[in-house]
């Protein structure tokens, strides 16, 4: 699979092509409004300003399967998002990330990294409470909750999955790195 060959749905609901992001440096992001993780849009956003300029894009994703944390619609949770935290880069319409109606944006990024980078015994030990409380997480490769993050390289390359504890200004120079 080749995820430039895939299209989405914008937040107005219209298609884009995820080709016209070739050649850029991207952070995926699955996410809700209303979860204990909710602040990293302010990390996200502040990578976002920092390099956007340099070739890097977000991709948010909203997504309710996780404890209907993202209960409103595409355009309030956007409306949340620019007031609360400013953020300014794309976000999508919200889909789902696991079981049979999951998008195929997600499929493609869980083959291509079904593990999270290891990240330490405290993020590990939160990591395995959430864990418990996912419903959607049924098989190896799975979202596990909210904010998982994936690095995708200029050439369309997943190179880092990042679970929801991990700090998104700690990809900094992660992604400066690839920049």
């Not at 699979?1 to 952070?27: I, P, Q, R, S, W």
């Not at 309710?64 to 953020?87: L, R, S, V, W």
């Not at 390289?153 to 700090?167: E, K, L, W």
């Amino acid at each position: 699979m080749d995820l430039y060959k895939l299209t989405v749905k914008n937040g107005n609901n219209e298609d884009f092509a995820l080709k016209n992001l070739k050649g850029k440096v991207l952070l995926i992001v699955n996410t809700a409004t209303g979860c204990g993780f909710t602040p990293q849009y302010e990390a996200i956003e502040a990578l976002y300003e920092k390099y956007h300029d340099q070739g890097f894009e977000v991709l948010d994703f909203p997504c309710n399967q996780f404890g209907h944390q993202a209960p409103g619609t595409d355009a309030e949770i956007k409306q949340f998002c620019t007031a609360k935290y400013q953020t300014k880069f794309d976000q999508f319409k919200k889909i789902d990330v696991n079981g049979e109606n999951e998008s195929p944006v997600f499929t493609f990024l869980k083959a291509e990294a079904p593990d999270e980078f290891p990240v330490g015994l405290k993020n590990k030990m939160a990591m395995k409470a959430v864990k418990k409380l996912s419903k959607t997480c049924k098989k190896k490769g799975d979202i596990v909750w909210n904010f998982t993050k994936f690095i995708v390289d200029r050439n369309g390359r997943v190179v880092g999955r990042f679970d929801p504890t991990y700090d998104p200004a700690e990809l900094d120079e992660f992604i400066e790195g690839l920049l």
